[in-house]
Nanobody
Framework: QVQLVESGGGLVQAGGSLRLSCAAS????????MAWFRQAPGKEGEAVAQ????????FYADSVTGRFTISNDNAKNTVYLQMNNLKPADTAVYYC???????????????????WGQGTQVTVSS
C-alpha cells in the first residue's frame, strides 16, 4: 500500500520561505513521476511543480517559476518543495502525488497521478 506523508507546512509572512517534504513508501518508485499540487478554497487545483524520478526533468507553474524549486532524494524516496518569496496567493493545501508512469517532455495531467497524500496546509499572511 502506497503511503505519502507531506510535512513542512505552516504559517509564514509574505516574503518568507518554507520547505515541504513528502516521504513515499509502499512500492518501488523507480521510473515514476512525483509532483506538488495545491488546492485553495474556492479555486481550482493547480499543479505547482513536477519532477521525474531521476530529477532530470522538471516543470513549474508560471505562478511559481523563479520562486519554488522541486527536488528529490531517491535514496529516501522523498520529494521536496523549496518555496521562497511566498505570497498570500500561495496559501493552499499542498499535496504530493505520485504517478506510476514517468515524466516525459510535457507535464502530466492531474488524472495521471495515481497516489495522493493527505496534504499539508501552507498559509501566507500579508
Amino acid at each position: 500500500q502506497v503511503q505519502l506523508v507531506e510535512s513542512g507546512g505552516g504559517l509564514v509572512q509574505a516574503g518568507g520561505s518554507l520547505r515541504l517534504s513528502c516521504a513515499a513508501s509502499g512500492r518501488t518508485f523507480t521510473g515514476t513521476a512525483m509532483a506538488w499540487f495545491r488546492q485553495a478554497p474556492g479555486k481550482e487545483g493547480e499543479a505547482v511543480a513536477q519532477i521525474s524520478w531521476d530529477g532530470g526533468t522538471t516543470f513549474y507553474a508560471d505562478s511559481v517559476t523563479g520562486r519554488f524549486t522541486i527536488s528529490n532524494d531517491n535514496a529516501k524516496n522523498t520529494v521536496y518543495l523549496q518555496m521562497n518569496n511566498l505570497k498570500p496567493a500561495d496559501t493552499a493545501v499542498y499535496y504530493c502525488p505520485v504517478s506510476r508512469g514517468g515524466l516525459g517532455s510535457q507535464p502530466l495531467p492531474t488524472y495521471k497521478y495515481n497516489y495522493w497524500g493527505q496534504g499539508t496546509q501552507v498559509t501566507v499572511s500579508s
